[in-house]
């Protein structure tokens, strides 16, 4: 189990993000989510997660 690691989801195609935190909390982790690449860096700053799932085509 990983005990709360937080995953950072980076994506800007809402239903891929919902996917991927339903199987990710499901698993036991903590998700947060970004919709640009702005939001990410943020967020990574703030929340430093264990892992990046990254939309490699992410507009901008």
């Given amino acids: 189990m990983p005990g709360q690691q937080t995953v950072l989801v980076v994506d800007d195609e809402p239903n891929i993000v919902e996917l991927n ?5 499901s698993a036991g982790y903590r998700v947060v989510a970004a919709r640009t690449g702005h939001e ?8 430093q997660p264990a892992l990046v799932v990254l939309d490699l085509m992410l507009p901008g």
Wanted: proline letters at 0%.
């Fill in 21 to 25: 935190r339903m199987y990710l909390e």
């Fill in 40 to 47: 990410a860096l943020a967020a990574f700053s703030a929340e």
